[in-house]
């Protein structure tokens, strides 16, 4: 039996509405979309031009509410596709441009953005909007014309500057924000670069540049290992960063230096620490906090190596990077006490003892105060030219020495000025012999005592030639000088009775 077609009657209410019922809705769509739209109700707004757009997608007008809808809500890229779309479908639909014209602003695209505000002067030439909007493109172009001059001059607050300015009129464009926070962080405001930053990674968990900039900040605090990790990200998000690359690179290379000095170092190669030291310090000027601490780590080596000198400069560099490395501080006072700068040393432990009040600080201070103190007074061991740690018997031969040497006797046949000066230091070595022989004056000269203080004790009654007699006994000692024109340091004799 031959199969028969049989014609199924059609329910035409099931059907789609037919074209002028549907763009009938999609004006009632838009209609509701405007009224929530005037109560600043975006978010319904857009759902129902979106409605709009879902039963009449050929209507340009709808694209450009929805668009204004999306700039509200701050969805610029999202806006700026409905917007080009607009005038995709009538290039006529001057709203359309303009708001296009305005998306590519906010995102730092001022070329586009002054294109389509020059396409809206064209069609009205007079558009006070289009006018001042496309002078904000202008000058927003300006404005990244001096940051790029600035950045190269590595004038980084010039940068800083321009990018906050620019930001005023491209609030969503992540390439200032991400400038910005570079330059924050090459400034080392680590904390508003880290903010700006997180704010992207927020929006974006996968932006590379965000990524590096959160990095640079680790890497310039010194937390490297850290910095390795966001640099590592960022070149998975962005194989060709080129800066991310070049910063994991030198993150790496500092960290391998910094620690085969360290080891050098705890090894007691001292020279070859110094100079790992300093081969760190050429890796990266930029890095503030680590090349502080090769300063100061150079400074320690440089100091167990005798350098005292640079070892002091080395400090004063770690300071100069981070005026609050009381580590540095402390390095750089030790090294002006072994160079007897107490004055200098005081103030340094002054301002270790002001920001750290401890019990070690306040002994340092205390012990470089006295040295101070004893420094200002006459330095007796200087005058007999021996050490601080000299012995009893050293002491006799020094005194002996430098006695004989300033007798008046042996320069009576000088030049009253002569004459003068070597009284002077005759009654010095006296005086000098007189508190380092007496055990009990030394010790309270060597605490940095005021003699005066102790038992009547007085310079001024001192008698050289008592002492001197009293020495080496008798009246005249059993010498006589030859105090001949042609005499040298030194010529006398003894005269055995």
Known sequence: MAAVDIDVPVDTEALIFNQDDMERQAEGFKEQGNAFYIKK??????????????????????????????????????AL?????AVRLDDCFMKGHLREGKCHLLLGNAMAATRCFQKVLEMEPSNREAQQENKNAATLLEYERMAEFGFEKRDFRK??????????????????????????????????????????????????????????????EDCIDK??????????????????RLACRNAKALKAKKEEGNLAFKNCNFEAAYQ??????????????TNAKLYCNRATAGAKLKKLNQAIDDCTSAIKL????????????????????????????????????????????????????????????KVLGVGKNATEDEIKK??????????????????????????????????????????KKKIRYDNGHDLADDGGFDNGD???????????????????????????PGNFFFQFG
């Open 41 to 78: 109700e975006y978010s319904e707004a857009f759902n129902y031009y979106t409605k709009a757009i879902d039963a009449s997608p050929k209507n340009a007008s709808y694209y450009g509410n929805r668009a204004a809808t999306l700039m509200m809500l701050c969805r610029f890229r999202e």
């Open 81 to 85: 596709e409905d917007s080009q779309q």
């Open 159 to 220: 940068v800083v500057y321009c990018m906050d300015r620019a930001l005023a009129l491209a609030c969503a464009c992540h390439r200032f924000k991400i400038l910005k926070a570079e330059c924050l962080a090459l400034l080392g405001r680590y904390p508003e670069a880290q903010s700006v930053a997180s704010d992207i990674l927020r929006m974006d968990s996968t932006n590379a540049d965000a990524l590096y900039v959160r990095g640079l900040c680790l890497y310039y």
């Open 227 to 244: 910095a390795v990790q966001f640099f590592v990200q960022a070149l998975r998000m962005a194989p060709d960063h080129e800066k991310a």
């Open 276 to 289: 790992l030291y300093t081969e760190a310090l050429t890796i990266d000027p930029n890095n503030i906090k």
């Open 322 to 381: 981070d005026d609050t490395y009381i580590k540095a501080y402390l390095r750089r006072a030790q090294c002006y006490m072994d160079t007897e700068q107490y004055e200098e040393a005081v103030r340094d432990y002054e301002k270790v003892y002001q920001t750290e009040k401890t019990s070690d600080h306040k002994h340092l201070l205390k012990a470089a105060q006295l040295e101070l103190k004893k420094s200002k007074r006459k330095d007796y061991y």
């Open 398 to 439: 020094a005194y002996r020495k430098r006695a004989l040497m300033h007798h008046p006797d042996r320069h009576s046949a000088a030049t009253p000025e002569v004459q003068k000066e070597e009284e002077k230091k005759f009654k010095e070595v006296g005086e000098a012999f007189t508190v380092l022989s007496d055990p």
């Open 462 to 488: 001192i008698d050289a030639n008592n002492i001197f007699r009293a020495f080496f006994g008798g009246h005249g000692g059993g010498f006589s000088f030859d105090s001949s024109a042609d005499s040298g």
